[in-house]
């Protein structure tokens, strides 16, 4: 069951991380138009997994999956919901 979760975290981590990208890269790439409703699918998408997954690989065995879900995951939380809120408020939109 422990070994599950790790496989399970390390997926949901390169899901987020690949949409994650896409989006960074190649900008309105499948969003909306409509500003907030980009957001709440811009945060569905790659900022709810990477917690998700960050809480499970705290769960799983203690092996090579838990490292690469505590990193990987963390990595994504950092770049999709720290980075810009941190650049959000040292340099609002005006």
Not at 12 to 26: K, M, N, Q, V
Not at 80 to 85: H, Q
């Amino acid at each position: 069951m422990k070994k599950k979760l790790g496989i399970i975290s390390v997926i949901i981590f390169i899901l987020s991380a690949a949409l994650g990208i896409r989006e960074y890269f190649f900008i309105s790439s499948f969003f909306p138009s409509d500003t907030v409703t980009a957001i709440v699918i811009f945060f569905l998408t790659t900022g709810l997994p990477p917690v998700i997954g960050f809480i499970l690989s705290f769960f799983s065995k203690k092996d090579a999956l838990k490292i690469t879900g505590i990193i990987g995951n963390g990595a994504v939380m950092m770049l999709t919901i720290v980075l810009p809120l941190v650049v959000d408020i040292f340099f609002p939109i005006q």
